[in-house]
């Protein structure tokens, strides 16, 4: 089992950065593929990013692509999501994702997810 704990969500005007976080426990941290998805509310998840176990390897929704940039520590069992340009189309609840298969995380059929966490972006 992997437990996923996501911080830093907050309320930030347009324009502005957000970095978010997650906090992984339990099994082997750096054998998991993790990425980050969001959902507005009344939408479907959306895929936002995903960084294999090695942190070799990163992609990005076109959405986001040049503004968000997802990276990993491994010793402190974390995935960070740092969100610059923010625009008001960015607010969703952000969740963290994991799975020991890259494609899985990037194709949404991961095996573990944290309750998320709020960011709202004002215009």
């Known amino acids: 089992q992997v437990q996923l704990v996501e911080s830093g969500g907050g309320l930030v005007q347009a324009g502005g950065s957000l970095r978010l976080s997650c906090a992984a426990s339990?099994?082997?941290?750096?054998?998991?593929?993790m990425g980050w998805f969001r959902q507005a509310s009344g939408k479907d998840r959306e895929f936002v990013a995903a960084?294999?176990?090695?942190?070799?390897?990163?992609d990005y929704a076109d959405s986001v692509k040049g503004r968000f940039t997802i990276s990993r520590d491994n010793v402190k069992n974390t995935v960070f999501l740092q969100m610059n340009s923010l625009k008001p189309e960015d607010t969703a609840v952000y969740y963290c994702?994991?799975?020991?298969?890259?494609?899985?995380?990037?194709?949404?059929?991961?095996?573990?997810r944290g309750q998320g966490t709020q960011v709202t972006v004002s215009s």
């Open positions: 960084i294999k176990w090695s942190g070799r390897r990163t």
């Open positions: 339990g099994r082997s941290f750096s054998n998991y593929a």
């Open positions: 994702a994991a799975d020991s298969l890259y494609s899985a995380v990037v194709g949404g059929s991961y095996d573990y």
